[in-house]
């Protein structure tokens, strides 16, 4: 089993920076894929960024150049550094960990609330 919990949301003014952390515990591999999507209201949940176990990463056409995702693994910590940020960027972040060996799982932690306003 493995847990996900997310800090660092919060609410900021357009242009402002947040960074979010995903911490996990439990049984780990360093092949798991770890990404980040959001779910404003009424919405759906969408994918923002996410990193693969080789560094590989890949972000939601809307967030290119502003935000950056990385892991320390040392920590089994993942970060999303949120710059620029925008009205529309308002939603609730999750952190997912995805995984297809040695078998298919797939882990969600809490989410956290980010609300970028004036």
């Known amino acids: 089993q ?3 919990v997310e800090s660092g949301g919060g609410l900021v ?3 402002g920076s947040l960074r979010l ?3 996990a515990s439990g049984v780990l591999y360093n092949t798991d894929t ?3 999507s959001r779910q404003a209201p009424g919405k759906q949940r969408d994918l923002v960024a996410s ?6 990463t890949n ?3 809307s967030v290119k150049g502003r935000f950056t995702i990385s892991g320390d693994n040392a920590k089994n ?5 949120m710059n620029g940020l925008k009205p529309e960027d308002t ?6 960990r995805q995984r297809s060996w040695p078998r298919p799982a797939d882990y969600w932690g809490q989410g956290t609330q980010v609300t970028v306003s004036s």
């Open 2 to 4: 493995v847990q996900l």
């Open 13 to 15: 003014h357009p242009g």
């Open 21 to 23: 952390s995903c911490a």
């Open 34 to 36: 770890i990404s980040w």
């Open 51 to 56: 990193i693969t176990f080789n560094g590989n």
């Open 59 to 61: 972000y939601a056409d």
């Open 77 to 81: 910590i993942v970060y999303l550094e």
């Open 91 to 96: 939603a609730v972040y999750y952190c997912r």
